[in-house]
């Protein structure tokens, strides 16, 4: 066997090459601890007991793969845990633990896989905790599951739900805020504003009502009643069609709205519709999360949901996926803050959602029934019935019929 000396210089030069050459999760085979060039003549045998040496230190943990074995590193802090705990029983509890990483282990899993006696195993624990080792944690996708996880480390995305929840819980408060903080934005880059006036109504200018065009050369517009077909009339007649000209009102297009903003669409080949990249840069910059960092993975789920429901719709960007909203015409020009501060719910009833065009009423949709609170009981011969709906009567009759019910 080699000089118990030469093996410690050997063993730390060996720890210190794979270090440099990859991460804790890398997997080294003996290939390629030999090919570091540490161990002279590339003796398997010396790196053997080499290797054996870190196991024992617990810097080396060893694994087994299709290709055979293999170890990673561990750093001297973590390894020096190990090699801090009392007995073996400890040691298996903590691997356990740390192997899981980020996503945490179950602690019925390490039972089970440990083969150990819940007494025993609840013992572990407790020490590890006490010692500052392992935490317990939450998981979303089992929140009713009791999950330990290392304590210097932070749970992974798919334990904690990410952003989206908080302690453990789905925080759609802060979903729907940012959709509809992300959908105001996509409007506003996928849009513009025509600002149509009074002033400019009849004059032909962009924004206005349409100027009424000219007749063609030898049409006559209208009809020329039968009486007045080949006579001369006089002046007082003259007279009086300039007094019933001046006198009649003007009327207006249905079409456009004088004084009212409407957004119309971009021009064709426009290529500056906002992308996931530059929606994240506008959170990021708004400071609208302080407290929460979204990565542009985030932003892309929040924008998914807007596209399945059928708010925004993609477009090609110079080889890039970008988006504006749909229905550009019937949108509002008001965010949707504005929008719900505007809104009176006597009028317009219950709003789950503030974004898009607003769904066209009808007298089914009104009607209470939509949202009756006590639909499920509502049968002839039953507590509630059509025949004695008190929503009806308010519904129909209005103001009068509510006060005669409270005075019944």
């Not at 008001?334 to 709003?351: E, Y």
Request: charged fraction near 25%; charge should be neutral.
């Amino acid at each position: 066997m080699a000089d118990r000396d030469k093996l410690q210089i050997l063993k730390d030069a060996l720890y210190e090459a794979a270090r440099d050459h990859g991460s804790d999760q890398r997997l080294f085979s003996q290939r390629d601890l030999l090919d570091m060039h540490v161990i002279p003549q590339d003796n398997l045998v010396l790196l053997m007991q080499v290797i054996q040496i870190l196991c024992d230190e617990k810097l080396f943990v060893g694994n087994t793969t299709a290709s055979g074995l293999s170890w990673r590193w561990r750093s001297r802090e973590d390894a020096k845990k190990y090699t801090s705990l009392p007995n073996s029983d400890l040691m298996m509890v903590y691997a356990m633990v740390d192997e899981a990483g980020a996503d945490g282990i179950w602690n019925r899993t390490i039972k089970n896989k440990l083969n150990m006696a819940d007494s025993l195993m609840k013992t572990c624990i407790k020490y590890l905790e006490q010692k500052g080792y392992i935490a317990s944690m939450k998981n979303v996708e089992h929140p009713n599951k009791k999950m330990y996880i290392k304590a210097n480390l932070r749970p992974s995305d798919r334990a904690t739900g990410g952003p989206w929840f908080t302690e453990g819980e789905l925080d759609t408060a802060f979903i729907n805020e940012l959709q509809e903080i992300v959908f105001d934005f996509i409007k506003q880059k996928s849009t513009y504003t025509s600002h149509g006036g009074a002033a400019a109504a009849g004059t032909g200018v962009q924004g206005g009502t349409q100027r009424e065009k000219a007749p063609k050369k030898g049409v006559v517009q209208g009809t020329i009643p039968e009486d007045t077909k080949g006579t001369k009339r006089s002046a007082g007649e003259i007279s009086n069609d300039d007094t019933a000209a001046a006198s009649a009102p003007t009327t207006t297009s249905k079409k456009t709205r004088p004084g009212k903003p409407q957004l119309l669409p971009l021009p064709a080949g426009y290529k500056s519709y906002p992308t996931v990249s530059d929606i994240a840069k506008f959170i990021h910059h708004a400071g609208i999360t302080n407290n929460t960092t979204l990565s542009e993975a985030d932003i892309q789920q929040l924008v998914d949901v807007l596209y399945y429901d059928g708010l925004v719709e993609s477009v090609k960007v110079n080889g890039r996926k970008g988006y504006r909203v749909t229905r550009i015409p019937k949108q509002d020009t008001r965010t949707c803050n504005q929008r719900r501060l505007d809104h009176d719910p006597s009028k317009g009833g219950i709003v789950t959602s503030f974004m898009g065009v607003e769904p066209s009423a009808s007298g089914l949709m009104e009607a209470p029934c939509g949202r009756c609170p006590v639909y499920d009981m509502c049968e002839e011969g039953g507590p509630v019935s059509p025949s004695n709906c008190v929503y009806f009567r308010q519904w129909l009759d209005g103001d009068e019929v509510k006060e005669q019910v409270i005075s019944i």
